[in-house]
């Protein structure tokens, strides 16, 4: 069974560009939750989509957005980067129904400069 | 608000002696609790939650709902067991976030 996806691995950036993140969850989970994780603020929850629906929303900006398609598969998306945006993100998918905890991608390792 | 707190940023203990990795939580509902691991370049990876109050890698989590504590214990810590380790906490229903504690990195030594 495929784990979930994040796309790409890596990315380097410029302060004032867009960026797009890509997770595909594992084969039968519906929901998908994004989060941010840094050495300061540690890991922070983005946002959750079940169902192509955004279901709930953390403490993020508004350049902070997403989405989800009909099979499950989400896209984060940053505008008009800040140097504080650099971080790892991490997708992770879950059943949502079931009650059961997450698992998480490897991550989205982004660099603002 | 949620809030789960892990007091040590960092915890050694030698080969062979029990561990104990303390969180604490704040919620005002009925909360479930999770313990997740992350070993040395891997992802993030569940390692168990109260509900199923299974016993995964010789690792076991009581909820205290007295403390609001979910200490996670291991009788004799391996060297394997190195890895930091987050307490999580998800309030139920449809709206689901995990709240994660900031982490205790443990280290066993030889």
């Known amino acids: 069974k495929a784990g979930v996806t994040q796309t790409p691995r890596y990315l380097i950036k410029t302060r004032g560009q867009q960026v797009t993140l890509s997770c595909s969850p594992i084969?039968?989970?519906?929901?998908v939750s994004w989060y941010q994780q840094t050495p300061g603020q540690g890991l922070q929850f983005l946002f959750e989509?079940?169902?192509?629906?955004?279901?709930n929303k953390g403490n993020f900006p508004g350049r902070f957005s997403g989405r989800q398609f009909s099979n499950s598969r989400s896209e984060m998306n940053v505008s008009t980067l800040e140097l504080g945006d650099s971080a790892l993100y991490l997708c992770?998918?879950?059943?949502?129904?079931?009650?059961?905890?997450?698992?998480f991608g490897s991550g989205t390792r982004l660099t603002v400069v | 608000a949620q809030r789960v707190t892990q007091p040590e940023k960092l915890l050694s203990v030698f080969k062979g002696a029990p561990v104990e990795l303390k969180c604490n939580y704040s919620?005002?509902?009925?909360?479930?609790l999770f313990w997740y691991v992350q070993y040395s370049r891997q992802r993030l990876q569940l390692l168990l939650r109260?509900?199923s109050r299974e016993s995964i890698k010789g690792f076991t989590a009581d909820l205290n709902k007295g403390e609001t504590s979910f200490h996670l214990k291991k009788p004799f810590a391996q060297e394997e067991d190195s890895a930091m380790y987050y307490c999580?906490?998800?309030?139920?229903?449809?709206?689901?976030?995990?709240?994660f504690g900031s982490g205790t990195q443990l280290t066993v030594l030889p």
């Open positions: 992770a998918s879950s059943p949502v129904l079931r009650n059961y905890g997450y698992t």
């Open positions: 084969s039968g989970h519906r929901s």
């Open positions: 989509y079940f169902s192509e629906t955004q279901r």
């Open positions: 919620y005002s509902g009925s909360p479930e």
């Open positions: 109260h509900i």
């Open positions: 999580a906490l998800t309030s139920r229903g449809s709206a689901r976030q995990l709240t």
